[in-house]
């Protein structure tokens, strides 16, 4: 079955950049029926979609509006991956951060594995 | 893009019935009919309950059932269960390729 794992630092200093990797296995992120997704976590905002990155005999790359100017997906096919970068962090964006697939149920794409979540704090 | 509106809990004994609405607008919920909900149990990943307003995925009771009315979408809880008790979140569509979440509904059984 699919399974995601995911690795990164859990504490990140203000202004600096957070990185996560999510690996993929049981598929592929070059998939044409699946996208790869970035979704956080936290009290005061519950969960937010951030963003994905997919391919459709090319990459592509979605983004939400709170996060667009600071934020780059980007897939690694050599080792099965895709990664998160997201810059001048503040502690707002502590949080637990997870990776998640989505795949077509019905006319749309819905996240169906998730990975186990890593929780990131932003503090000096 | 602001999150959906959800209530912060619900309650109700074993067997009975319980209602999450979901708030958003034309531009989310009411605009497209992608309307999705999640379990999500304490320590664990949010696990896929309801898609397209109304379906449920292989595997999930029959008991979780979706509506939608203009802007507010709902999941219903018939025959409460001990295991229910979890957080629920609501996700939609909010077109150019972006999707909201809700703010999470606790739902405790009595």
């Given at each position: 079955q699919?399974?995601?794992q995911q690795s990164g630092p859990g504490l990140v200093k203000p202004s600096q950049t957070l990185?996560?990797?999510c690996d993929i296995s049981?598929?592929?992120v070059s998939s044409n029926s699946a996208?790869?997704?970035w979704i956080r976590q936290s009290p005061s905002r519950g969960l937010e979609w951030l963003g994905r990155t997919y391919y459709r005999s090319k990459w592509s790359n979605d983004y939400a509006v709170s996060v667009k100017s600071r934020i780059t997906i980007n897939?690694?096919?050599?080792k099965n991956q895709f990664s998160l970068q997201l810059n001048s962090v503040t502690p707002e964006d502590t949080a637990v951060y997870y990776c998640a697939r989505s795949i077509v149920y019905g006319n749309e794409y819905y996240m169906d594995v998730w990975g186990k979540g890593t929780t990131i704090t932003v503090s000096s | 893009q602001s999150a959906l509106t959800q209530p912060a809990s619900v309650s109700g004994s074993p067997g009975q019935s319980i209602t999450i609405s979901c708030?958003?607008?034309s531009s989310d919920v009411g605009g497209f009919n992608y309307v999705s909900w999640y379990q999500q149990h304490p320590g664990t990943a949010p696990k896929?309950?309801?898609y397209d307003v109304i379906k449920r995925p292989s595997g999930v009771s029959n008991r979780f059932s979706g509506s939608k009315s203009g802007n507010t979408a709902s999941l219903t809880i018939s025959g409460l269960q001990a295991e229910d008790e979890a957080?629920?979140?609501c996700c939609s569509y909010a077109g150019s390729s972006t999707w909201v979440f809700g703010g999470g509904t606790k739902l405790t059984v009595l």
């Open positions: 699919v399974q995601l990185s996560l990797t049981g598929d592929s996208t790869w997704n897939p690694d096919t050599s | 708030t958003g607008t896929l309950m309801i957080d629920y979140y």
